[in-house]
């Protein structure tokens, strides 16, 4: 999120205790630094402040919501502080709370202070900023999963409008809220059909902030999101390109993470392209006529290749290799998390 700020050592500490599944010993490291920092600077004092969020941080990224509600309640309670990074602080303080309200499904409590954050974010950084345009995207986001499409996607338009405009690159923070609104606002064209003159880093940048997205949409919304980003890649740039091999795998790991609900011929028409374009580019010969896709019930891959001609010595596991490399090349591009 384009305000979230750089974690504090206790809470870098703290997060990669949880990955370890050390839970309560995170818990002990952010607890403990909020005690030093209200024996050093205080009750009220901005460090105090910082420390509370960073338990509610902590508590956010472990699904203890309500938690996280009264950390960066009392975070955000004491006056504003005078100098400009504090009030930056305060906003991410904000955000904080907006996010543990709607992961407790309070999406009125959440929308309300989203509300004050974007207000907040124009008197903090200019009206007519872009990050007082993008403050407005989490406002979306919220609005998107309180089952309010029409509204999600008039809020996210409005911020694609002026940072397109403004020609920012924070841009890229609000496509991924804006396409997947779209298609649960019931709009059949593609979201991206403004992107493929766009220089290519910032394209890039924006495919991956789609795929980083993609886990966390709805599902059916998310199919309908990847397969015009799919289109997109195809294209501006076509097949065989890592951001086309990118959006294909998206496809695959998206489909495979539905169980029942995937649907099974875009899962294996994700799969057989990438893994065919990845063995013909790297296999000479013309041996390769044609390559099926199989799943076991368990998830299990099966690629049945055709062969286009008598194969001469060595090639059988010249294009076995070539086919395992395909599928590790495959599952090796990662769906990322924020």
Known sequence: MVFAEQPSAALQEALSL?????????????????????????????????????MGRLHLRMGKFQKAVAEFQHASKDAMPPDTPSRRDRLGFLYGLAAAFAGAGNFDEAQMVLRQCAMFAKRLYGPSSALAAAAIVPLADVTLRANRPVDALQIAQEAYDTLWR?????????????????????????????????????????????????PDGNPAHMRAVLADLLA????????????????????????????????????????????????VRRLTGGLLANLEVEFEPDGTLHLVPY????????????????????????????????
Not at 189 to 194: G, M, T, V
Not at 242 to 258: G, K, N, P, S
Not at 333 to 338: G, I, S, Y
């Open 18 to 54: 949880l990955a370890e599944g050390r839970a309560e010993e995170a818990e002990t490291v952010v607890k403990r630094a909020a005690k030093v920092a209200k024996g050093k600077h205080g009750s009220g004092s901005h460090p105090l402040a910082m420390a509370y969020a960073d």
């Open 166 to 214: 403004l020609g920012d690159v924070l841009i890229t923070e609000v496509v991924p809220v804006r396409a997947e609104a779209w298609k649960a606002a019931g709009k059949a064209d593609s979201p991206f059909a403004d992107l493929v003159n766009l220089p290519d880093e910032l394209v890039g940048r924006t495919v991956a902030k789609v795929i980083e997205r993609a």
């Open 232 to 279: 997109l890649a195809d294209k501006k740039y076509g097949d065989g390109h890592a951001v086309t091999c990118d959006v294909l795998a998206a496809v695959a790991h998206h489909e495979a993470a539905q169980g029942a609900g995937a649907d099974a011929s875009v899962r294996a028409a994700a799969v057989r392209r990438s893994v065919w374009s990845y063995t």
């Open 307 to 338: 062969l286009a001609r008598e194969p001469e010595i060595g090639e059988p596991a010249q294009l076995e290799g070539v086919l395992t490399q395909a599928v590790d090349d495959l599952y090796a591009r990662p769906v990322v998390r924020a």
